[in-house]
């Protein structure tokens, strides 16, 4: 199994500045990862797969890069509606599994 | 716009078997480039996966609930269920139902297995 480990756990920050959460799998995935968001009270929100393509929707200050064993998605400015928990997910083999998620705070 | 609709009691006893159902709207459960999944969140904590299902009955599971769950189709009722038995207090969770980007047929997969659409979320309870 897949073990997806995020850094840093919380990240606080100020609205404007630029964020960089990563994911580092235990194994190779390929370009075969996720990311999402989810705020309190809310179903997760798709924001990247295959590592680098954004989902319908998404605004273009969220980027996913990275292949093989380390990714990471920045947030070019953050926004008071990006203070959430991202997490990110593999799907190169079964089962899936997630990361256990990284905190985005405001400062 | 599709949209997946949770239902299912919230309160289960020890040793029962949870049952949840997922309704699809505005599409077709049958689409050729779509699998379903149950995912859940215990509270305070992170996603964990359960297992997926393809409109053929093609299955997979998270081997940690593999001998407990079950993941069934209803293709008439463009729906989707799933059952766990043997609940126990760590079973207790928000359930989400999710549809995936990639599928599985003749023991080949395609497309991303990231999941674009969720159900709003069942809160379960496991208690007497």
């Known amino acids: 199994e897949v073990v997806l480990t995020q850094s840093p756990a919380t990240l606080s920050g100020s609205p404007g500045e630029r964020a960089t959460l990563s994911c580092r799998a235990s194994?190779?995935?390929?370009?075969?990862l996720a990311w999402y968001q989810q705020k309190p009270g809310q179903a997760p929100r798709l924001l990247i797969y295959?590592?680098?393509n954004r989902a319908t929707g998404i605004p273009a200050r969220f980027s996913g890069s990275g292949s093989g064993s380390q990714f990471t998605l920045t947030i070019s400015s953050l926004q008071s509606d990006d203070f959430a928990i991202y997490y990110c997910?593999?799907?190169?083999?079964?089962?899936?599994?997630f990361g256990g998620g990284t905190k985005v705070e405001i400062k | 716009q599709l949209q997946l609709q949770n239902s299912g009691p919230g309160l289960v006893k020890p040793s029962e078997t949870l049952s949840l159902t997922c309704t699809v709207s505005?599409?077709?459960?049958?689409?050729?480039?779509?699998?379903w999944g149950w995912i859940r969140q215990p509270p305070g904590k992170g996603l964990e996966w359960i297992g997926t299902?393809?409109?053929?009955?093609?299955?997979f599971y998270t081997p940690s609930l593999k001998s407990r769950v079950t993941i069934s189709v209803d293709t008439s009722k463009n729906r989707f269920s799933l059952t766990l038995g043997s609940v126990t207090a760590a079973d207790t969770a928000v359930y989400y139902c999710?549809?995936?980007?990639?599928?599985?047929?003749?023991?080949?997969?395609?497309?991303?297995?990231?999941?674009?659409?969720w159900g709003q979320g069942t809160t379960v309870t496991v208690s007497s």
């Open positions: 299902i393809y409109y053929d009955g093609g299955t």
């Open positions: 505005g599409g077709s459960i049958t689409s050729s480039s779509y699998s």
């Open positions: 999710a549809r995936h980007l990639g599928y599985c047929s003749n023991s080949r997969c395609f497309g991303d297995y990231a999941m674009d659409v």
């Open positions: 194994q190779s995935l390929s370009n075969n």
């Open positions: 295959g590592a680098s």
């Open positions: 997910q593999h799907y190169n083999n079964w089962p899936l599994t």
